[in-house]
Structure formats: structure tokens, C-alpha cells
């Protein structure tokens, strides 16, 4: 993303560790399901190194499917007006069809505390970033090579 990254709260480098409600604060999500299933995985990477991976059976229904996971700590750097975060998320916790549908999605922190959630699309009304509606197919290939 690039912007006066100076009206965020981007939160400092800390051990990496799983942690829930990361969306609280600036944090990068990644939804992804099959094309024609219900179930997905949500992922989500904080600049500060710590991450959260789910399943969810069907919409917003946790579920305790698929393979137990520990992703490697994202990485973030900072270029002038740009924050770049990377994660790699393991092949083997992606939806096991293909092709695959993802949504990408961010939740920014301004320092006034207001948050904002941005997305490829928001198909409803308000933001909402587990609806299928606002993911992108991606190629198969792209599941193929990921790690």
C-alpha cells in the first residue's frame, strides 16, 4: 500500500507468535476458497510479526478442520510512502480444490484510533470482509506453487 503512512499506527517488530484479533489494529488478511466450496481459511499477518490462521466451515462458522499450522513471521518494511508486508502461507492449508477464490483485505489504524478496512471490493453495504462475494479468482497455478 502507499500513503502518508504518518496518519497510521503501524505497530512496532515484536516475537513472533500466533495472536487473535489482530483486525483490532493494522493488520493484511487473506480469505481463500475453492470456487465452488463453502469452506475457507482466513490468515492474518500484523506488521509486528505476530499472525492468526482459521477455518471456517462455512460463513463466519469457525470450524476445526484442516491441518494444525505455523506460519513463518511475516516481514515489513517500510519504502518512503509504501508498507509492504510479506507472509508466505503453507500449500497444504489452502483449500484443496482448485481454483481458488481470495480475498485481500487490509484493516488500517489511524492515530486517532479510527480503523478502516479496505478491500479488493466490499459487494454489501458495509465492509465485510468473509463474504465470498469480494474474493478474486486466482489461477490454479497459484496454489500449485505455493509452499
Not at 497510521?8 to 488478511?29: G, K, M, N, V
Not at 453495504?125 to 468473509?130: E, G, I, V, Y
Request: aromatic share 12%; proline share 12%.
Amino acid at each position: 500500500m502507499a500513503g502518508n503512512l504518518g496518519h497510521l499506527i503501524i505497530p512496532a517488530p515484536r516475537p513472533s507468535a500466533p495472536a487473535d484479533d489482530l483486525w483490532q489494529h493494522t493488520c493484511f488478511e487473506l480469505f481463500a476458497k475453492s470456487i465452488d466450496g463453502v469452506a475457507y481459511r482466513e490468515f492474518n499477518f500484523s506488521p509486528d510479526g505476530r499472525w492468526a490462521a482459521y477455518a471456517f466451515g462455512s460463513y463466519r462458522e469457525r470450524s476445526t478442520d484442516g491441518p494444525s499450522v505455523s506460519l513463518a513471521p511475516p516481514t515489513c518494511q517500510i519504502f518512503g510512502d509504501c508498507l509492504e508486508l510479506t507472509a508466505v502461507v503453507p500449500g497444504a492449508w489452502l483449500p484443496s480444490r482448485t481454483p481458488l477464490r481470495l480475498g485481500l483485505t487490509a484493516v488500517l489504524e489511524a492515530r486517532d484510533g479510527r480503523l478502516s478496512y479496505w478491500a479488493l471490493t466490499h459487494p454489501g453495504p458495509r465492509p465485510d470482509f468473509h463474504d465470498p462475494r469480494g474474493f478474486i479468482l486466482a489461477y490454479p497455478e497459484f496454489a500449485r506453487s505455493s509452499p
